[in-house]
């Protein structure tokens, strides 16, 4: 298994923009596709974005396409999502999760297997 750590959360204001990064820990990084899930208070956790084990494929929620960009880094070991033009229904706590697959993507949370401990994104108005 993969142990994943998530940063680059905080406070910004509506339109601004957040890069958070989910840092990989173990072996065969890029045996694993990769994702962003959010779960707001009182809500399911929800897809965010996603990325195949060697970057080839990249998904979106509706939500936030045009807006944020999934990559990865594997000689790193780092997942990064790049947040611009910020809105304040993105509030939320963002994780990333990591699934032992060397397919395409997937946007069900069910696929993955691990968990990071979440990131805080608050987006003021």
């Known amino acids: 298994q993969v142990q994943l750590v998530e940063s680059g959360g905080g406070l910004v204001q509506a339109g601004g923009s957040l890069r958070l990064s989910c840092a990989a820990s173990?072996?065969?990084?890029?045996?694993?596709?990769l994702g962003w899930f959010r779960q707001a208070p009182g809500k399911e956790r929800e897809f965010v974005a996603a990325?195949?084990?060697?970057?080839?494929?990249?998904d979106y929620s509706d939500s936030v396409k045009g807006r944020f960009i999934v990559s990865r880094d594997n000689a790193k070991n780092i997942l990064y999502l790049e947040m611009s033009g910020l809105k304040p229904e993105d509030t939320a706590v963002y994780y990333c999760?990591?699934?032992?697959?060397?397919?395409?993507?997937?946007?069900?949370?069910?696929?993955?297997?691990?968990w990071g401990q979440g990131t805080q994104v608050t987006v003021s108005s």
């Open positions: 999760g990591a699934r032992l697959n060397r397919g395409g993507t997937s946007s069900r949370p069910g696929d993955f297997g691990s």
């Open positions: 990325i195949s084990w060697n970057g080839g494929s990249t």
């Open positions: 173990g072996r065969l990084f890029n045996n694993y596709g």
